[in-house]
């Protein structure tokens, strides 16, 4: 049950959108399959915007209906589950030493990886090299399985500094000054037309062992890098 989840400070209708999608499709793809009323009552979200935030997901292809569940009385609920085997996501960690990237399944399933160029403090058009590095790494994909960039929903980089969350911007590159001063979104974006993702590197990994690793059975973690 998971009724503790609530929003205290002031959003727009967009942001409190955006935040009840992600709880509720995170929460159907650990406890699916699972009926839109169900959904509902453990997330104290309601129905209307649950059936919304479902129907948006099924016209992206992200959830699918699995049928109905027999009851003892009433209409008989449609259970929902994620579409998580054959839609994708890419993570691209900018480390201190190679640029490393894997391609993993919805589900959490590690599909591809792959070791690219080496971190170097004067790279030069390094969003442009990522782009390259991506389109190699979908035709290597491609010669094992026959994705589609249709299929791939998001590309998420992590990088060794802080990110601005208004503009995604990376500041307080330390290691990488020249960083600060590209747009990664705008350039990645159009190359895949995708969404991008920018965030801590060491956050990431904290959200990772949280969600898949060790930390799943604990309701609070501490993560620390050392490197």
Avoid: H
Avoid at 55 to 71: H, P
Avoid at 134 to 146: A, D, E, G, T
Avoid at 185 to 209: H, R
């Amino acid at each position: 049950m998971m009724k503790d989840i609530r929003v205290i400070s002031m959003i727009s209708s967009q942001q409190q959108y955006k935040i009840n999608s992600s709880i509720i499709f995170n929460y159907l793809r650990e406890k699916g399959p699972l009926s839109r009323k169900q959904i509902s009552i453990d997330l104290g979200i309601s129905a209307p915007v649950v059936s919304k935030v479902i129907e948006d997901f099924i016209n992206e292809s992200l959830v699918i209906e699995k049928g109905k569940v027999k009851t003892k009385s009433g209409k008989r609920p449609i259970m929902l589950e994620v579409k998580g085997d054959d839609i994708f996501v890419i993570g691209i960690d900018m480390g201190k030493e190679k640029l490393r990237m894997a391609l993993t399944d919805f589900n959490g399933s590690l599909v591809e990886r792959y070791i690219g160029f080496e971190m170097i403090k004067n790279i030069k058009n390094l969003d442009k090299k990522i782009a390259n590095e991506i389109n190699f790494f979908l035709k290597k994909i491609k010669l094992k399985k026959p994705i589609k960039i249709k299929d791939i929903k998001g590309i998420c980089i992590g990088f060794p500094a802080s990110i601005n969350s208004i503009n995604d911007m990376i500041i307080d590159g330390t290691l990488y000054r020249n960083w600060e001063k590209l747009n990664f979104i705008e350039v990645l974006g159009k190359e895949f037309n995708v969404p991008i993702y920018l965030e801590n590197d060491v956050n990431l990994s904290a959200i990772a062992e949280k969600r898949f690793g060790k930390g799943k059975k604990f309701k609070n973690i501490i993560f620390m890098e050392i490197s």
